[in-house]
């Protein structure tokens, strides 16, 4: 069974939501432990790392155009 154009474009669109949402996430997750003082826990360096992925893919999205100005002004600064 495969999947239809429509069907491709909505997953693809929700995993850039998901993307987009787990970096949002991760960002605040490191804000709170930098607050704490925690940059040099294995929880903070796991999140930078997890952080990278997320930042990797939103810039691919980016570079072949599959970012609208919205997600991208949701993105602020940090990509």
Request: hydrophobic share 35%; proline share 0%.
């Amino acid at each position: 069974m495969s999947m239809d154009d429509q069907e491709r474009l909505a997953a693809f669109e929700r995993m850039l939501a998901d993307v987009q949402t787990n970096y949002a996430e991760l960002v605040a997750r490191m804000d709170k432990l930098k607050a704490e003082k925690k940059e040099k826990s294995a929880t903070f360096r796991q999140y930078w790392s997890n952080k990278m992925t997320c930042q990797y893919m939103l810039s691919m999205y980016r570079q072949y155009g599959l970012l609208t100005d919205a997600a991208r002004e949701n993105e602020g600064d940090n990509v």
